[in-house]
């Protein structure tokens, strides 16, 4: 056979090759794109076969770790007796309410298992806390691990690539194929946080020209993992502070400095829900909530290092005693509290005029 000129283009060359048959060039290319539909299809539904009758179980690392979803009871057994499972990783948290949690940990129990309990979001940047502590889970945990959230997909996801970048020889590209279509995942609709935990780690490998490593990762997430924008110092201002006693029936307005101590730049925008800002209420002594308000729903730029006034509006109370609540907010409503960053409290003790 003729070795085809380098420069020829491969699919009229393929076309070519169709002619001795006496294919009609319409009915060819119906007959091609026909068969591409029909293996696509074939494939979705393969995918989805095994993400439902499957369990979404699959091989994390060669006959160390797996992953898979919520399993029942049963299914939880074969698992364990077939891959001889020593430690059991389950993404969704400790929920001792819930009857498939008191499935796990009886079927843990009966088959003498190790249970650890991760607190991971499906729609959030993970919490450093929590992060560190699947990290330290991993490094002492007996192997072989069964991870899973409730789909395995999203949070189950997430734990495998951290699995597959703490093994030798593992590139960050290769940690990300734990995130794709055959697991079922699909960033969209907060799951692109997921993506973007790894994202932060490339990001920081790049900016410090550094190759990755499994040491390196564990130092990066022990010392420089930083959940997006949302890390700051707030305090309040010492030219505006919040006086020991308030008169009634006046208002007051203190200012709160916050400073930008994340990796990403705060973009405040006007409305409710809408950019980074500060969200904060007022309780009375019972527990009621008296007033709740939001600030910083302006348009402002703050980069990091930088850092912004935002004026606290009290408004006029009763006689009593309050408690001020303060905390950041992020694009994604994520209370800055969450990850670790500590909010204002402020007794406040209101007297008559």
Same mark, same amino acid.
């Given at each position: ?7 020829? /283009?491969?699919?009229?060359?393929f ?11 319409? !009915?060819?290319?119906?007959?091609i ?14 995918? !989805? ?10 091989l ?19 698992? !364990? ?5 020593r ?11 819930f009857?498939?949690?008191?499935d ?23 919490? &450093? ?24 997909v999203?949070?189950t996801g997430?734990?495998?690539v ?10 960050p590209a ?14 969209y ?12 780690y490339?990001?920081?490998?790049? *900016? ?21 924008s949302c ?13 020991t ?8 307005? &203190? ?14 925008? &006007? ?24 600030a910083?729903?302006?348009?402002? *730029? ?5 850092? !912004? ?5 009290? &408004? ?10 303060? /905390?950041?907010? /992020? ?23």
């Open positions: 056979m003729t070795a085809l000129p380098i420069s020829e /283009d491969p699919l009229a060359a076309v070519a090759r169709l002619r001795p048959f006496h294919v009609a060039p319409q !009915i060819g290319w119906r007959a794109s026909w068969g591409v539909g029909v293996a696509i299809l074939i494939c979705l539904a393969g995918q !989805i076969f095994h993400f439902v009758a499957r369990d979404n179980f699959h994390v690392q060669h006959g160390s770790v797996y992953r898979s979803s919520q399993l029942s009871p049963s299914r939880l057994q074969k698992v !364990i007796d077939t891959y001889h499972i430690t059991i990783i389950n993404l969704r948290g400790p929920c001792p309410e009857k498939w949690y008191e796990e940990c009886r079927v843990s129990h009966e088959r003498n298992v190790s249970q650890e309990d991760i607190v991971l979001s499906a729609i959030r940047l993970p919490l &450093p806390a929590e992060i560190k502590r699947f990290v330290e889970v991993l490094s002492h945990a007996q192997h072989p691990i069964l991870l899973h959230c409730r789909q395995g999203d949070r997430l734990a495998a951290i699995v597959r970048l703490m093994e030798p020889g593992v590139s290769e940690a990300r194929a734990q995130l794709g279509i055959r697991f079922g995942y699909v960033p609709n907060g799951t692109e946080n997921i993506l973007r935990f790894v994202e932060f490339e990001e920081w490998l790049q *900016t410090q020209q550094l190759d990755h490593s499994p040491e390196l990762f564990r130092y990066w997430v022990n010392e420089q993992y930083c959940p997006g890390r700051a110092k707030s305090e309040l201002s010492p030219d505006r502070p919040i006086p006693l308030f008169v009634a029936h006046k208002a007051t307005t &203190p200012i709160l400095r916050a400073h930008n101590e994340s990796i990403c730049t705060w973009k405040l925008r &006007p409305g409710t829900w809408q950019g980074v800002h500060a969200r904060y209420q007022i309780t009375a002594e019972d527990g009621q909530v008296v007033f709740q308000e939001r910083g729903l302006f348009d402002a *730029t703050v980069w990091p290092g930088e850092f !912004i006034d935002l004026t606290i509006g009290i &408004p006029a109370l009763l006689p009593g005693k309050y408690v001020l609540f303060i /905390d950041m907010v /992020d694009v994604d409503q994520n209370s800055f509290s969450q990850f670790g960053m500590e909010p204002i409290f402020r007794e406040l003790r209101i007297i008559g005029p």
